[in-house]
């Protein structure tokens, strides 16, 4: 097992990874069962990267429109400013599990490459409703830990470590900028 690209694991045995059997899950929570879709795992992205795997879908039809019709998936409709920019990087169609804290992403492309994956911040609050103060977070702590994983770091269930450059004001009271590292747990 092995890929050259960072926190991305590739060969055999992926169905049995943790990481899947953790997504597949909270899929199943909601509904959706892969299974019944003829689907093979390629690839499984682990922490510190949003952690799921890409999967060649047969019935990538099916299952857009089984995702399309869960409550609790909001679709990235790219027709709206905020659903184009949230799908930005996204491949065909895609769905994110409405809320916040580690939500579902769910990609579904006609052409059968799909993934799915855990966002460690979801920022939809409705159907084609979005938080943007929470998708600053996201563009933080998921886009930029899966775009350059080598600078941020896990730790548990949902610690994560990440670069920091920002303003602190000190005891004397003046302001200066620190660079260090921040995280949450």
């Known amino acids: 097992m092995g890929s050259p690209e960072l926190n991305y694991v590739t060969g ?3 169905e049995h990874r943790h990481e899947v059997l953790v997504v597949k899950h909270e899929l199943a929570k909601i509904g959706i069962f892969l299974e019944g879709f003829d ?6 992205y682990t922490k510190p990267r949003p952690y799921g795997f890409d999967f060649d879908c047969n019935k990538p039809g099916s299952l857009l429109a089984l995702a399309r019709g869960k409550a609790a998936l909001s679709e990235d409709k790219r027709d709206t400013i905020e659903g184009k920019f949230s799908a930005g990087q996204t491949h065909g169609a ?5 809320g916040s804290g580690p939500r579902l992403h ?10 799915v994956h855990i966002d460690s911040h979801g920022y939809v609050v409705g ?3 979005y938080d943007w103060n929470r ?3 996201h563009g933080y702590w998921d886009l930029l830990s899966d775009k350059a994983p080598g600078l941020f770091g896990s730790f548990g269930d949902q610690g994560q470590v990440g670069p920091m450059i920002r303003p ?5 009271g003046q302001l200066r900028w620190v660079i260090g590292l921040t995280g949450h747990w």
């Not at 689907?39 to 499984?44: M, R």
């Open 12 to 14: 055999d045995g992926l």
């Open 39 to 44: 689907i093979k795992i390629t690839g499984v």
């Open 94 to 98: 895609g769905f994110r599990q409405i």
């Open 106 to 115: 769910l990609e579904i492309a006609m052409d059968g490459k799909c993934n």
């Open 127 to 129: 159907q084609g409703k």
């Open 135 to 137: 998708g600053l977070e």
């Open 168 to 172: 602190v004001q000190g005891l004397d």
